[in-house]
């Protein structure tokens, strides 16, 4: 029997996890409606939960933070000063959500104060200590957090990331052994240093691009005029950062210390411009000194590439825990809450992957947009699951290479910098979020000026973020600071964030793999008479 092609597997991979996902979702938990009463008491703070039929639990903190670090809706009581005397709150339309992801269990509760829905989010490393921590939950964590589902939940969660650790166990030797190959064979480095400027050029085109559909969808679908938001648990970035910080940050980390600490830390930045150097090096020195270091990286290029090969043909186990996970994972109702912003996200980010890019790739590259696509096909559907763009590259340079007969020397210059530092989705995303907090805030669309702005600075931290962990997260918070909107506006959509995630990252793998194709075909005659 003929195996079946890769993409297939990962394709039936994704139905499949899909169908076991919503199988395992144990799905938002409605709860009974209660009254808190909180007071003063000796030692600090008193709080009485009171149902119906007269049950109550009473509980005791010893200060304000904790008494707010467990009931986050009692913070506006003290907005005056101190309690005088006792005051009651009603809480109506109790929902819960258990996630149980094997390092850590999160609770997200959702409730109507005073007819406004509020969300809070409660983590902790474990069951146990989520219920240490917040003693208000003992009861519904073990009644509903210890089932079949979380069991489900947390093993596929567990086998996803033994994957994503395997690609990313090979992602840096790969980068290494082919941005050095793929240098040196260049021959000479005026033409990497053309290669170099038409790569960053294509990355802030598309960028630009991206954020562009992005502000003209929302605008038109205008997702936050008339929203009902639920209220934020928290703040996802301090915001302490800005855009000239996070460039000064990047430079920094271009220039590496100590390259041997930046290969064990995975500091892309820094391996890839010391690979940069190293790479061009060899080509100046040139003589017996180069061949001799371009066969050995190139004999290291061999042999992680057959690594990579033996560890993507793991990708459909990969792929189905991931999507397990993910399905599993989600609460139903914060979908509804949120519908109209999640189809602006995924109807920009559709239009810049179905129209623009393939445009890009039809009349710049001269390909065909759908033998590309079924070409990157594998890359694309395991990004879409991983959420990882880092992760997935030695998938997408195994297909750029392998399936779309692009050079190496293109490829693994173009892929890692653009997992680096190239964000169509993200920068997309980023821009359409902040408008739909801005029109859910003011109830009317955000004024021009403040648009440009948020798309200058959404293109300009995307491209400055690379090297900052989290860089979705501080980027949102520089565009939301940019435009004086609050940071804690971020919490109101943290709960959809893992599927945007997902669509997002899948765009800015397809927008790397087409700068691939176009720089291909724009690298000069001399390079193309090499090619693969």
Not at 114 to 121: C, H, N, Y
Not at 201 to 220: M, P, Q
Not at 486 to 499: F, K, M, T
């Amino acid at each position: 029997m003929k195996k079946i092609p890769l993409h297939y597997q990962i394709l039936i991979a994704l139905i499949v996890g899909t169908f076991l996902g919503f199988l395992f979702n144990p799905g938002e938990i409605t709860l009974a409606d209660l009254s808190l009463t909180v007071s003063r008491s000796e030692t600090g703070y008193r709080v009485i939960e009171k149902y119906a039929g007269d049950q109550q639990k009473d509980y005791q903190f010893k200060d304000r933070k904790e008494l707010v670090a467990n009931y986050p809706e009692l913070a506006k009581l003290f907005a005056m000063g101190e309690l005088e005397k006792p005051v009651t709150v009603e809480v109506n339309q109790r929902s819960i959500h258990i996630v149980d992801s094997v390092k850590k269990v999160t609770l997200t509760y959702t409730r109507s104060i005073d007819e406004k829905m509020v969300v809070t989010s409660y983590s902790a490393s474990s069951g146990e200590e989520l219920v240490k921590k917040y003693p208000q939950w003992e009861t519904d964590y073990f009644l509903f957090g210890t089932g079949l589902s979380q069991k489900v939940m947390a093993i596929s969660k567990w086998l996803g990331d033994l994957f994503l650790r395997l690609l990313k166990m090979v992602t840096i030797p790969l980068i290494v052994t082919s941005l050095i190959t793929g240098i040196a064979s260049l021959g000479n480095a005026t033409r990497f240093g053309a290669m170099f400027s038409k790569t960053l050029l294509y990355y802030l085109f598309t960028s630009l691009l991206a954020i562009s559909t992005g502000i003209l969808v929302v605008n038109l679908i205008r997702p936050g005029i008339g929203a009902e938001l639920p209220g934020g648990s928290g703040v996802l970035s301090s915001g302490r950062e800005s855009v000239g910080s996070i460039f000064l940050d990047m430079i920094d980390r271009l220039i590496p210390t100590n390259i041997i600490h930046s290969l064990g830390a995975g500091e892309f930045l820094s391996i890839i411009s010391f690979s940069m150097l190293a790479g061009i090096f060899i080509i100046l020195v040139g003589g017996k000194h180069a061949k001799v270091l371009t066969d050995f990286f190139q004999a290291g290029f061999e042999v992680m590439m057959r690594m990579t090969m033996f560890v993507i043909s793991l990708a459909p186990i990969g792929v189905t825990a991931f999507m397990i996970y993910a399905v599993s994972s989600q609460g139903i109702e914060i979908f509804k809450t949120l519908g109209w912003y999640m189809i602006t996200v995924s109807l920009a980010l559709l239009i810049h992957a179905v129209v623009i890019l393939p445009c890009l790739l039809k009349f710049v590259a001269g390909r065909s947009p759908v033998k590309f696509a079924h070409a990157m096909s594998p890359a694309l559907m395991t990004a879409f699951s991983t959420a990882s763009s880092n992760g997935t590259l030695p998938l997408t340079m195994t297909c750029v290479e392998e399936n779309a007969k692009v050079s190496n020397e293109v490829s693994s210059f173009v892929l890692p910098l653009g997992a680096t530092i190239n964000m169509d989705g993200t920068a997309l995303y980023e821009a359409v979020a902040v408008l739909f907090i801005a029109q859910a805030y003011t109830g009317v669309v955000m004024p021009l000026p403040d648009q440009i702005l948020v798309a200058v600075t959404a293109l300009l931290a995307s491209i400055g973020a690379a090297g900052i962990p989290h860089a979705g997260l501080v980027m949102m918070a520089i565009v939301l600071q940019a435009v004086g909107l609050p940071l804690e506006a971020q919490g109101v959509i943290i709960a959809v964030d893992r599927v945007l995630d997902m669509c997002r990252t899948s765009v800015n793998v397809w927008s790397d793999s087409c700068g691939c194709a176009i720089i291909e075909r724009y690298r000069g005659p001399a390079a193309s008479s090499n090619s693969a």
